[in-house]
């Protein structure tokens, strides 16, 4: 029996190598970006979601920079090599993509947070609010 799973077949497994190699080139995942956050990063982690969405909670380290405001004169501020990972609400907001395409347009190096601040949450990490940095000093 074909169910809609296997009616078309999966592709040879040379050509499932290069397509699942190549994803690890345009995104990471929340566990990495959070142990990476605890050693010490090596890229600079952006929220391009609203300033008001960024207050209620947001990944801790992270910047708040909207898509739209991605511009070559506010990106000066870092190294042309420094990378950048994006990041939005989830899989169901496409922002982190809108970010990472206007980073990629500035000859920026860049990758998306897969999952966002839901994929953050659902790894049971904790979000910084604006109250929260405020009592730290962050």
Known sequence: MTTAVTAVPPAPSALAREHFAAEFTFETDCWDVHDALEKGADFVLIDVRSPA??????????????????????????????????????PHCNGAARGALRLAGLDRPVKIMAGGITGWIDEGFRLETAETAAATGT
Do not use: D
């Not at 209620?56 to 000066?76: C, D, E, Q, T, Y």
């Open 53 to 90: 969405l960024f207050a209620r909670g947001h990944v801790p380290g992270a910047i708040n920079l909207p898509h739209g405001k991605i511009v070559r004169s506010k990106m000066s501020e870092w190294p042309e090599e420094t990378v950048f990972v994006t990041y939005c609400a989830g």
